[in-house]
């Protein structure tokens, strides 16, 4: 029997713990159900809000008459308990979904294959920098439903993943940022891209004409689906360079930013995050804070004092005159190529771990034009061995990080760079990216 007043949520993480605390809040009957374990502070948090949970098995008796269901990003809807929900037709959804229906706050949401995190950290210290009232939130931050339960945030910036836009269906952004889209994650969508892409245009659904779109001009799989859907809201394109209908971008060593609430100038060399790829980090988060109506001085000194993402070609030390770098958060092949792309010293590149169908064609020329090492560091090396064999002076076969590290530590000469850049998902030695970032920065500094 179908009980309408009861939410499940499945999985127990950030976002599922966070999601059972505003339900409770709202007066729901909640049941939180995790197949793994689930860590001791939110065990805490649940307790202290008298929810009921349980882990490492999904009760069926207790799942299958919800009459809606919050589900973790991380769950694939190949999971057989999904398909038992979907069967019977339970609505289910994400806790962004959720926790929308009860705040009335703006949202700047962020998304892209690269660069989400940069922008949303960067947007997020732009606004409360300025002043305003700001929360953080989605794949960064707190979650955001248990920040809608127990704050009163006029604004929020959310990185959403492509699982979290896959279950949100009212949700609607004030201003949406699309930075790019490339190849990934392509085993939970069939090994379909235009599934993938289809999730990743879900950020524009529901926005209205006054809302905003901002997004990367020359990314050819973007600018063809705005081209085919015709979206009616504000669009705000950028470009490293001037054209027609771009709204921002640089000139004569200068980024613009134009747009209906003035204009903004700022000398590149000022900005504090470097590359190509983090000009257009800066300039989406630069759009979007004109359109929030910050004061250009207090945009030019965020965009000047930003401090970076950690695991995201973070500087770890130089070692015997070898610059060690931790891009451990480049978990797509597309990530890699704009690390490799901002090298300007030889490289010894450590990479490898989950495939997620990577092809690594995007990223042959540089590997070739700036790698005489490759370090393969996972359980399965040999769709690597397949593709980079015969290509690079030397390629190494390691299954830890102490062990990468060491042998790129033999044969980095003085003048290298050593760049963890993995192009794949952590999962089969390491926890999570964070997990494998810390490795490699713990082994580098005991050289």
């Known amino acids: 029997m179908i009980q309408k007043d009861k939410i499940v949520i499945l999985g127990a993480g950030e976002s599922g713990a966070g999601a059972a605390v505003l339900a409770k809040k709202q007066g ?13 502070k939110y065990k805490e948090l649940l307790n202290k809000h008298h929810i009921e949970w349980e882990e490492g098995k999904h009760s069926e008796e207790l799942i299958l008459n919800a ?20 069967a019977l037709n339970t609505p289910i959804i994400s806790e962004i979904e959720f926790a929308g229906r009860y705040t009335n706050a703006k949202t700047i949401c962020i998304t892209g294959s690269n660069g989400k995190t940069t922008t949303t950290m960067l947007t997020y210290h732009i606004l409360k920098s300025a002043g305003l009232n700001v929360g953080l939130a989605g794949n960064v931050g707190d979650s955001f439903a248990l920040q809608v339960a127990e704050n009163n945030f006029d604004y929020y910036v959310i990185e959403l993943s492509s699982f979290q836009l896959d279950n949100m269906y009212d949700f609607r952004a004030d201003i949406s940022i699309l930075l790019n889209i490339t190849p990934d994650h392509l085993d939970r969508y069939d090994y379909q891209m235009q599934n993938y892409v289809d999730s990743k245009m879900r950020i524009l659904q529901n926005q209205t004409a006054s809302d905003a779109f901002i997004y990367w001009n020359d990314d ?93 070609l973070e500087k770890v030390a130089r070692v015997r005159g070898v610059q060690y770098i931790n891009d451990s958060k480049a978990t797509n092949v597309n990530s890699c190529w704009y690390a490799l792309q901002s090298m300007t010293t030889p490289v010894v590149l450590i990479l490898g771990g989950t495939d997620k169908g990577n092809d690594y064609s995007e990223i042959e020329n540089l590997v070739k034009e700036k790698c005489h090492t490759l370090i393969f560091m996972g359980v399965d090396n040999s769709k690597l061995h397949q593709f980079f064999d015969g290509k690079v002076a030397h390629i190494i076969d390691t299954n830890s990080m102490e062990d990468a590290v060491k042998q790129a530590y033999k044969i980095a000469k003085k003048g290298d760079t050593v760049l963890l850049s993995p192009c794949c998902a952590s999962f089969d030695l390491f926890k999570n990216y964070e997990d494998r970032g810390e490795q490699f920065k713990y082994y580098v500094r005991r050289l």
Do not use: C
Request: net charge neutral; no cysteine; proline share 6%.
């Open 220 to 312: 050819p799989i973007v600018s063809q689906e705005v081209a085919k859907r015709n979206p009616q809201m504000q669009l705000f394109p950028f470009a490293e360079e001037k054209k027609a209908n771009v709204k921002a971008y640089t000139e004569n060593k200068q980024i613009i930013i134009e747009t209906p609430k003035g204009n903004f100038t700022m000398e590149e060399e000022l900005l504090a995050l470097t590359g190509t790829h983090n000009l257009y980090n800066s300039l989406a988060s630069g759009i979007a804070a004109k359109l929030m109506d910050i004061k250009n001085e207090d945009i030019r000194k965020s965009l000047s004092d930003f401090k970076g993402v950690e695991h995201r």
């Open 67 to 86: 009459g809606e269901v919050i589900k973790s990003p991380g769950i694939p809807d190949k999971a057989p308990i999904i398909q038992k929900l979907k």
């Open 28 to 40: 729901f009957d909640v049941f939180v159900s995790d197949m793994s374990s689930i860590k001791d």
